[in-house]
């Protein structure tokens, strides 16, 4: 083996040495952004079940003030026909009284 072929095996061996290195350090990085990425998710989803079981009572009471308006505007709209046909037929009544 000449020199030129020695030197050449141990700038290559130092080569690899090196990028051993720089991929045990990217594959380090990899694992701590994948641990970070789920441990940011599991607080976002925490965080949202928890606001949710504490928002619950709140939206349970909108809810049924919801409901309450609903029922309340169905009444109304039943209330305002019975009215129309009441004066309908009063209307009808008042026509046949004048007709005769």
Same mark, same amino acid.
């Given at each position: 083996?000449?020199?030129? +072929? ?6 290559? %061996?130092?080569?690899? +040495?090196? %990028?051993?290195?720089?991929?045990? $350090?990217?594959? #380090? @990085?990899?694992?701590?952004?994948? @641990?970070? #990425?789920?441990?940011?998710?599991? *607080? *976002? ?5 928890? @606001?949710? &079981?504490?928002? $619950?009572? &709140? *939206? ?5 003030? &919801? +409901?309450? @308006? $609903?029922?309340?505007? $169905?009444?109304? %709209? ?15 009544? *008042? ?6």
């Amino acid at each position: 083996m000449t020199d030129e +072929e020695k030197f050449l095996l141990v700038r290559t %061996n130092k080569l690899v +040495e090196e %990028n051993n290195v720089i991929l045990r $350090q990217m594959r #380090r @990085a990899n694992r701590w952004g994948t @641990a970070f #990425r789920v441990f940011y998710w599991v *607080i *976002i989803i925490g965080v949202s079940i928890g @606001a949710l &079981y504490f928002l $619950q009572p &709140y *939206i349970d009471s909108v809810m049924k003030l &919801y +409901e309450q @308006a $609903q029922s309340s505007i $169905q009444s109304l %709209n039943s209330t305002v026909n019975q009215a129309q046909s009441a004066i309908g037929s009063v209307n009808s009544s *008042i026509g046949n009284i004048l007709k005769k």
